[in-house]
């Protein structure tokens, strides 16, 4: 498989402490990839670097080649731009959901978007809202929203931050549907940071163990969850404490 | 008089729509820097802006009138205006306004939600984008302190009176104005420019208020 992303020796360290440490880890075109781990565990931290927001204390992230190291002081603009993230706690500007979702799109001087706007809204059950203001949604609809605004740029790598997390089921089920069509159809790579183990064996063809920073293992989804090949993973999926 | 007042009237109006104009162009960027960025000496820079907000306009006057004396080691530039003339008058209103742009624009980008400029960047925002992306979330907080910074101005007077000389027809403002007919004892024509100056800065803020609340609602 083609390797999109190759994390090495890479690792974060906020105010003398270690809050991720992944010695190793390719990311492949075209898949979904979850990483699961407890709160703290430094999933969102990899999600930052991977996404360029953030340079690594240690080590270096190829993404084709074009290495992200601590002596970078920003990757270029034109790498940036493909790969796009989601938050766990969506920021939405001040203005209509219409107006949030083109935010990306005026970045990049991208005039004719009036038909990739609706399509986006569609695709998240948001095209009947596009007049409202921000400010007046519900979490769901912030997440939606936040959602279009990043599918609409037709990103080469999606990252999403605990994508569902204190939606009601339909909200889940729709945006696990997205990601499953924005992979199968567009060939769009996902990295997916969840707590939820479920989702990820819905949804991911490997998954990642993450514990206190620490990459423990990353398998394919099925053999992650029916034999893991460590103990805190099978611990893990079974809802037992493991540090 | 009342070519006069006239004058008077359309003199304030320039030197003060020109120092606002001036101070926002530079209060809005540090305030925007200040409100963004971690750097050595920030918080001496904030300090300063924040005595700045609260400077007697009569030292700022005082300053300036040094600056441009014929004592000052800067003496003879060109690009400094002479003493007691409006352009001198323009140069106190600017230091006098600039730490209230400056300092009220920085606490309205410090009100933005702090994850959103990350989010932003993770769209693909440059760092100036970002940055006009969150002036634009500031919007209201930056008009109050252009509002902060004509009120800084609009009814100043020790410092325009120092650095200008209450010149007739040449540097006499509203307020200068106002302080030299009540010394006289002309109560009627000080209380007429008073009407005069606060209708002017009750337009002037209504202008304001408007812009922001069309934005706020926009």
């Given at each position: 498989m083609d390797i999109l992303y190759r994390v090495e020796g890479l690792q974060q360290i906020y105010q003398n402490r270690t809050v991720l440490d992944v010695p190793e880890l390719d990311i492949y075109r075209g898949e979904i990839l979850a990483v699961v781990g407890p709160?703290?565990?430094g999933k969102s931290t990899l999600l930052r670097l991977l996404a360029f927001l953030e340079s690594p204390a240690r080590g270096q992230i190829l993404f084709e080649n074009y290495p992200f190291t601590p002596l970078t002081a920003e990757m270029p603009l034109s790498l940036r731009r493909r790969v796009t993230m989601v938050f766990q706690r969506p920021v939405l500007l001040h203005d209509s959901v219409r107006a949030n979702v083109m935010y990306g799109l005026r970045l990049r001087g991208e005039r004719d978007h009036h038909s990739r706007v609706e399509q986006a809204l569609r695709e998240v059950g948001m095209d009947r809202m596009?007049?409202?203001?921000?400010?007046?949604?519900s979490g769901g609809e912030i997440q939606r929203t936040a959602l279009a605004r990043a599918i609409v740029l037709q990103p080469e790598v999606l990252l999403l931050d605990e994508?569902?997390?204190?939606?009601d089921p339909y909200n889940v089920r729709l945006i696990e549907d997205l990601i499953q069509r924005l992979n199968r159809q567009y060939g769009m790579t996902l990295v997916i940071v969840t707590h939820n183990v479920f989702q990820a064996r819905r949804l991911a063809h490997r998954t990642a163990l993450l514990l206190d920073g620490k990459l423990i293992e990353v398998r394919d989804t099925h053999t992650f969850f029916?034999?893991?090949?460590?103990a805190r993973t099978r611990a893990f999926i079974h809802g037992e404490w493991v540090c | 008089m009342d070519a006069q007042a006239g004058e008077i009237v359309l003199l304030s109006l320039r030197v003060s729509g020109v120092a606002l104009f001036f101070s926002s162009l530079l209060g809005i960027p540090a305030g925007v820097l200040l409100g963004l960025n971690r750097f050595p000496g920030k918080r001496l820079a904030v300090i300063l802006i924040y005595t700045g907000m609260g400077f007697p306009p009569v030292v700022i006057g005082l300053l300036v009138y040094f600056l441009l004396s014929?004592?000052?080691?800067?003496?003879?530039?060109?690009f400094l205006p002479d003493l007691f003339t409006p352009e001198a008058m323009i140069l106190a209103q600017i230091i006098l306004a600039f730490p209230l742009v400056a300092g009220f624009t920085m606490t309205a980008i410090q009100a933005v939600d702090p994850a959103l400029r990350l989010q932003v960047m993770a769209l693909g925002a440059t760092r100036a984008q970002a940055a006009l992306s969150i002036l634009r979330e500031a919007r209201n907080g930056v008009i109050a302190a252009i509002v902060a910074g004509f009120g800084g101005i609009i009814s100043e007077v020790g410092a325009v009176m120092m650095?200008?000389?209450?010149?007739?027809?040449?540097?006499?403002?509203l307020t200068t104005a106002i302080v030299l007919e009540t010394r006289q004892g002309n109560f009627e024509a000080a209380l007429s420019l008073s009407l005069i100056l606060l209708g002017m800065a009750f337009v002037v803020n209504a202008l304001l208020f408007i812009l922001q609340d069309r934005w706020q609602n926009d």
């Open positions: 709160s703290g565990a596009a007049h409202v203001r921000a400010r007046t949604l994508p569902t997390a204190n939606l029916e034999s893991p090949g460590d | 014929q004592r000052s080691p800067l003496a003879g530039l060109p650095v200008g000389g209450n010149i007739a027809g040449r540097t006499r403002v």
